[in-house]
């Protein structure tokens, strides 16, 4: 069964750092993408960064709103994906999520699937 | 950007209803279109991916369509459990973009 386990969220002054965590589990994770998203308190969904699996050469890609400031990296060995979240903001406040991103060959072109998505874990930014 | 652009923001339907959401991208966006479904207090769901292939394991009532600009989101007979927000998303191009959501209620 495939499982992704977000930790790491909790309560933090702005300016400060948080590293979370997405610890997959029921599948070979160093095949897949991995993307992070979060939720604002009663607001819509938001993209906040993406991570390709090492087959296409591991890179990364981020929203506006958070490049320079966060960073995903993957440890492949342990199933984890992270997100090193810097230089906070209250506007930071969010419950964020990670999912698994199924890429595959569709008639000469890569499509994507966002199909596990881990339970979220809450970050809150504030004095 | 690519901004996606749902409507109805919200809705209210009796339980056997078909019901019908629609998203409208900015710009094309080919076929990069994916819709899922939130429940209160819980993570999104993933329903359909590459605009019309539905997600492993989803019901056969959800169904999606369209391509370039215009998607649609159908259920085809609105259960209890179907009361819930849904979302579309592109990822055609960065940054990928969501709809705001359509509330969906049951009457």
């Known amino acids: 069964e495939v499982q992704l386990v977000e930790s790491g969220g909790g309560l933090v002054q702005p300016g400060r750092s948080l590293r979370l965590s997405c610890t997959a589990s029921?599948?070979?994770?160093?095949?897949?993408?991995m993307s992070w998203f979060r939720q604002a308190p009663g607001k819509g969904l938001e993209w906040v960064g993406f991570?390709?699996?090492?087959?296409?050469?591991?890179?990364?890609e981020y929203a506006a709103s958070v490049k320079g400031r966060f960073t995903i990296s993957r440890d492949d060995s342990k199933s984890i994906a992270y997100l090193q979240m810097n230089s906070l903001k209250t506007e930071d406040t969010a419950v964020y999520y990670c999912?698994?991103?199924?890429?595959?060959?569709?008639?000469?072109?890569?499509?994507?699937?966002?199909?596990?998505w881990g339970q979220g874990t809450l970050v809150t930014v504030s004095s | 950007d690519i901004q996606m652009t749902q409507s109805p923001s919200s809705l209210s339907a009796s339980v056997g209803d078909r019901v019908t959401i629609t998203c409208r991208a900015s710009?094309?966006?080919?076929?990069?279109l994916a819709w899922f479904q939130q429940k209160p207090g819980k993570a999104p769901k993933s329903l359909i991916y590459?605009?019309?292939s539905l997600q492993s394991g989803v019901p056969s009532k959800f169904s999606g369509s369209g391509s370039g600009t215009d998607f649609t989101l159908t259920i085809s007979s609105l259960q209890p459990e179907d009361f819930a927000t849904y979302y579309c998303?592109?990822?055609?191009?960065?940054?990928?973009?969501f709809g705001q959501g359509t509330k969906v209620e049951i009457k």
């Open positions: 999912t698994r991103v199924r890429v595959y060959d569709s008639s000469g072109y890569y499509q994507r699937d966002f199909d596990y």
């Open positions: 029921g599948f070979t994770f160093g095949d897949y993408a």
């Open positions: 991570i390709r699996s090492k087959a296409y050469g591991g890179t990364t």
């Open positions: 710009q094309g966006i080919s076929n990069y």
């Open positions: 590459a605009a019309s």
């Open positions: 998303q592109q990822y055609n191009s960065y940054p990928w973009t």
